[in-house]
């Protein structure tokens, strides 16, 4: 059983690892001994758990990286190959949403401009493209390896306000599919595609439309969200590590393509 499980020595890349949710499996990654690279756009979060991840006696490195430029990627692939002479884990969780591309009482569906719609379609979409072709690569080279992406609920089932967010992470879902059935039929098919789909966790990106800004209170949509959760809380950063863990080892050799929900029921109560 341990055997199943294990990720001992493993190198794993995790994109938006300076963020919340990724910040927490890039801890518990590095707990469980894998050496992790923190790539964010954010340097300072980046260095931040990266020197946490060190104190704490595990090996990280933090590196600024914009997933949606080729040349910055390539320039942190080639000093993680240089720092851990190699990679096993791709964790694709850059992404987010932002108000611009939100309807609300002050913005209309119809006036939303194309520039948020392409900023959101960019960071969930192509950042999560770019960054497995870059990885990608080098785990196609060695003919072994794991990719999770970090799809959402919103893939499965699109959520009020925020359009152009659904649609992204419905193209992430889409493309953890293809690109499975791609690594299988032309590289190896030791390599694993496959992704999470988080229900709500109150993040910063989130917490915008989940509480009232002043008063800190839930909002009537997050009134809802709480009420449509069988279990009735949103998520926590933690819930994520086990699925993670799961996926990345070799107790999950025959799961391929999967998108898996992580939402306390959400996905599964029909409101009634
Ligand atoms: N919070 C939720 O409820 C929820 C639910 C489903 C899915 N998700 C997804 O989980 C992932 C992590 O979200 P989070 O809630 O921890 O958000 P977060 O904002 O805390 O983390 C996202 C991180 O991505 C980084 N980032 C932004 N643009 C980047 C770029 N161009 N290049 C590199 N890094 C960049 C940010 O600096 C940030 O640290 C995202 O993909 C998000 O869409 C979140």
Known sequence: MKELFDLDGKVAV????????????????????????????NEESAQKVAEEISKEGGKAIGLKTDVLSRESLEKSKSIIMKEFGHLDILINGAGGNKKEATTSKELEFFDIPPEAIRWVFDLNFLGVFLSSQVFGKALAKQKEGIIINISSMNALRPLTRIPAY?????????FTQWLAVHMCQNYSTKIRVNAIAPGFFLTEQNRFLLTDEKTGELTPRGKTII??????????????????????????????????????????????
């Open 14 to 41: 995790v994109t938006g690892g300076g963020g919340i949710l990724c910040g927490t499996i890039a801890r518990a990654l590095a707990k469980q001994g894998v050496s992790v690279a923190i790539l964010d756009l």
């Open 166 to 174: 659904s649609a992204a992470k419905a193209a992430v879902s889409n």
């Open 227 to 272: 009420e449509h959760t069988p279990m009735g809380r949103f998520g926590a950063p933690e819930d994520l590590i086990g699925i993670i863990a799961w996926l990345a080892s070799p107790s999950a050799q025959f799961v391929q393509g999967t998108i898996i929900p992580v939402d306390g029921g959400f996905s599964a109560f029909s409101g009634v």
